[in-house]
């Protein structure tokens, strides 16, 4: 049997130095330069997560916004500052007292008449009622209510059209510093509208007719679809009417 003859790469040549350790040679990770396409690839996917998040309430803002006068586009005068529903109460026709702030949660469409309620009043009320019931399933977001003016009683013969409206009496002083008609003009002449913070944002023009009842239709329908996001039907909160 023969023996395995060693490794020829096991035995110093002649004249070779000896076995030296292994160097070894560290080198740096490469770095990725700022506009590298991942480091941009990364920075989109976050942006257009925002903005998905975003999405809802731009488009509620814009939507909101768009309606601007100078834009043409709403019949009704946008309120600039918006006024918030005042803190004195008010009295429904069964005596019952209750504060103006808790009409918060709706959208209001207002009129403003006293209790004998002349043509103009009876034809606001008509197109406040018209208005509400051309919403179809989203009428449930709106309230129709007639602020009276005065002690007058309101005549039996309105109370079958008054069904779904919130008939209320006020004091015209402390309406005046709350709402505010046109130039030259009453706060019996126009339609008033206040959004479900409690806000009056905008002022029908007067002298309504069918064809501005029309219009006043797309300014409703334009802001019920702006505010779909977070305004639901009904009121948050109802507090109990006070007796006298």
Known sequence: MSLEQPSPL????????????????????????AGAPSTRLG??????????????????????????????????????????????????????VLPMTSLKGQWLLISVAGGACDAACQQHLYFQRQLRESLGREKQRVDWLWL?????????ALAPALTDATVLRAQERELNQWLEA???KRLPDHLYLVDPLGNWMMRFPAGMDAAGAAKAKLDLERLL???ASWDNAGRLSMPPADKR
């Open 148 to 156: 009276v003016t005065d002690d007058v009683p309101v005549a039996a």
């Open 43 to 96: 920075r989109w996917k976050m942006l257009a997560i925002l903005l998905v998040c975003a999405a809802p309430v731009i488009a509620s803002y814009f939507t909101y916004y768009v309606l601007r006068p100078e834009g043409r586009r709403n019949y009704g005068e946008l309120v600039s500052p918006q006024r918030s529903l005042p803190a004195f109460k008010a009295t429904a026709l069964d005596g019952s």
């Open 182 to 184: 046109a130039p030259g």
């Open 10 to 33: 096991s035995q110093p040549r002649n004249g070779s130095r000896q076995d030296e350790p292994l160097g070894l040679t560290v080198h740096a990770l490469p770095q990725l330069e």
């Open 225 to 227: 679809r702006a505010s």
